[in-house]
C-alpha cells in the first residue's frame, strides 16, 4: 500500500465523522451536496450543535493555517457528496485554479468578519 497521500477527489458519506475535535485534518473538504453538522463541547464536555454548513462551503478551511488541532467536530449527519482537497497539495491546487484560491480566501475572510462580530 502507498504511503503517498490520494489526490483532489470526490467521495459520498452517509452519518459518518470528517474529523473530531482535537484532531488534525490532512485534507479540506467542500460541500458539493448535503450538508455537515459542526459540534464543539462546553466546559461540561456536552456537544454544542452549531449552525451547520451547505453546499459550496469549506470544512477544515482553519487547517490552512499549519497542522493544529480543530477546536470542533464535523459530522455528516445524513448524506453528502464532498470533494477532497488533500492538505499538502493545496498550494498546487489554488496556484493552478485560481478560483478555487479566490473562494477559498473569500470563505476565510467571512469567518474571520463573524468571529470579530462575536
Known amino acids: 500500500m502507498s504511503s503517498e497521500p490520494k489526490g483532489i477527489r470526490i467521495i459520498q458519506k452517509i452519518h459518518s465523522s470528517l474529523y473530531k475535535e482535537g484532531e ?6 467542500l460541500i ?4 455537515v453538522s459542526v ?17 459550496g462551503t469549506f470544512v477544515g478551511i482553519q487547517s490552512l493555517f499549519g497542522p493544529t488541532t480543530t477546536s470542533h467536530s464535523a459530522r455528516v449527519t445524513r448524506s453528502a457528496r464532498l470533494l477532497v482537497i488533500p492538505l499538502v497539495q493545496i498550494a498546487h491546487f489554488m496556484k493552478r485554479w485560481p478560483a478555487l484560491r479566490e473562494e477559498i480566501m473569500a ?6 468578519d463573524l468571529l470579530n462580530k462575536i
Open 24 to 29: 488534525t485534518p490532512n485534507a479540506l473538504f
Open 32 to 35: 458539493i451536496q448535503g450538508k
Open 39 to 55: 459540534f464543539r463541547k462546553n466546559a461540561l464536555g456536552r456537544d454544542i450543535r452549531l449552525p451547520d454548513l451547505k453546499k
Open 107 to 112: 470563505q476565510l475572510i467571512q469567518r474571520i
